[in-house]
């Protein structure tokens, strides 16, 4: 069960899953949504129109200026869904209206990497 | 979370457009961090000011949200792209600097106190311990909540600028509950700023909200920075305390091995074509002290030193600028080391910093290469 919803919406995509947490401005790049960080797990990926799945957000403050210009460059994820909120993740869904979940720990284990899925 | 009939009604487009977009902003950050109610805030401190990091999205919204928007409570601003006095001599294009100054515009028509610093802790006094606070730059939160002994959330660029705009921010996370869950044990001996900028990086990695830190009798400024933002560049940690006796249930070592573990990620190569001091921004104190250092030295390099604008007024008046400058420092003001426009591969592959948060985006947004040394040894190995 999704235990929260923090940007409503209704989505359905194929999911994008990180193991590690995300720092927007650090390691995403706003123009094409490719993760640039060489040591990230998902390294030289593309994040736009999926179902972005990560433990949360980390790092600069300006990541939620990252979100916002990833929407305004149609690269953003179609939707984002967290094991817990921070405020720089919540802050730029919020103004971008990308769909932002939290997820149960049990719904957070079984979304697998390339799966289809439904949320909101 | 629950609002007032007031804020539903900003909530609802009754009070304009930018009211609304504030109180959207902060209806999510409440609701993702559980928050029961909105509390007053009494200082502001917003990022998001650097065209290099926000762009033009960041541009435009800001252009548009400034047409009817109005700061309620005191806000300070980050460094932005460029110091005016010396912008020519980087040669960024007049797209970047027109771009910059739109930026510069919609703040100060929101009403800004135009500090353009990353440190507001040391260049305005500190409001009374409690005083609940939005500060969005991470080493500024961090510092306020730790020793500023302040209350803030370790806000993003959007709610500290919905605070600064509503006056309000949720009583959430380190408003509420800022015991540690962690307590890390400093293990590491004759400790420098750049050893506590490796011990935040770790921490901030390992701790969630709060943190415990052990071994540890008190911080020198520098070395209170350095952690600060280190501690803000690698996790969601937005506070620590020196404490020998924490009950926080969780124990980690913080040992030579974890801290070479750190180096080796941040630390990529063994020379920099250039030298950066400042993310944060260097204050008053590490400039005299720095001027102290360099006395009948000069550096061999190219040396950038990054530092609010009324710092290096204080320097100059003082003397010290001159000195910095004689010994062959440039004195930059308004912006920073980090996610800087300034420092590129057109120029440089290396850079040579004190700096772990400097460290991080140097490598990951500028592309560059960094060699990490303490202070000293830039002075011992880099001047003559």
């Known amino acids: 069960m999704t235990l929260k919803t923090i940007v409503k919406g209704k989505v359905t995509g194929k999911v994008l899953k990180s193991s590690q947490p995300i720092n927007f401005l650090g390691s995403v790049d706003k123009k094409t949504g490719a993760i640039t960080d060489q040591k990230h797990a998902l390294f030289g990926k593309k994040i736009a129109g999926s179902i972005l799945v990560f433990p949360n957000g980390i790092g600069s403050s300006v990541g939620a200026y990252t979100i916002y210009s990833l929407k305004s460059n149609n690269s953003a994820p179609a939707a984002m869904a967290c094991q817990k909120a921070d405020l720089t993740v919540a802050s730029g ?25 439904s949320l909101g | ?78 460094p932005m792209g460029y110091d005016k006095d010396s912008v020519e001599k980087f040669g960024l294009d007049e797209n970047f600097i027109q771009k910059q100054e739109s930026i510069r515009e919609s703040y100060k028509k929101m009403g800004v106190t135009p500090s353009f610093s990353c440190i507001p802790y040391e260049i305005y006094d500190m409001p009374q311990e409690g005083t609940q606070v939005a500060f969005a730059e991470t080493n500024a939160a961090i510092y306020a909540n730790s020793v500023g002994k302040l209350k803030t959330n370790k806000e993003s660029a959007f709610s500290a600028l919905a605070s600064a705009i509503t006056g309000k921010s949720p009583y959430s996370d380190l408003r509420k509950d800022d015991s540690p869950t962690m307590s890390i044990a400093m293990k590491v001996s004759d400790p420098n700023e750049l050893t506590f900028g490796l011990l935040g990086y770790f921490a901030g990695k390992v701790a969630d909200k709060s943190v415990a830190i052990s071994g540890v009798k008190n911080l020198d400024k520098r070395c209170n920075k350095s952690l600060c933002a280190s501690m803000g560049t690698s996790g969601t940690c937005g506070k620590f305390v020196l404490d020998d006796n924490s009950d926080a ?46 006395k009948g030295r000069a ?17 100059r008046h003082m003397g010290y600028a001159g000195q910095l400058e004689s010994a062959g420092c440039e004195l930059m003001s308004d912006c920073c080391t980090c996610l800087t426009p300034l420092v590129t591969k057109k120029d440089v592959d290396s850079v040579t910093t004190n700096s772990i948060k400097g460290a991080y985006y140097l490598k990951n947004s500028n592309g560059l290469d960094v060699n990490l040394k303490p202070l000293s040894e830039i002075v011992r190995d880099e001047t003559s």
């Open chain 2, 1 to 78: 979370m629950e609002l007032t009939k007031d804020e539903e009604k900003s909530l609802n487009g009754e009070h304009g457009e930018a009211m609304q977009t504030a109180y959207r902003i902060l209806s999510a950050t409440g609701e993702a961090t559980d928050a029961e109610k909105l509390v007053p805030i009494h200082w502001a401190h917003v990022s998001g000011v650097n065209y290099n990091t926000i762009g033009d999205a960041g541009e435009e919204f800001l252009a548009t949200i400034s047409k009817d928007a109005k700061f309620r409570v005191r806000t300070t601003v980050n």
């Open chain 1, 93 to 117: 869904c919020a103004l971008a209206n990308i769909p932002l979940f939290i997820l149960s720990p049990d719904e957070y284990d079984s979304m697998k990497d390339g799966d289809e899925i």
């Open chain 2, 299 to 315: 550096f061999k390099k190219r040396c950038l030193i990054f530092c609010p604008r009324t710092i290096q007024e204080q320097a």
């Open chain 2, 249 to 294: 249930s969780e124990k980690v070592d913080f040992d030579e091995k974890e801290m070479q573990k750190v180096y080796d990620e941040l630390n990529t190569t063994e020379s920099g074509d250039l030298i950066t001091l400042g993310s944060p921004q260097l204050g008053l104190e590490e400039m005299t002290d720095l001027a102290s250092m360099l």
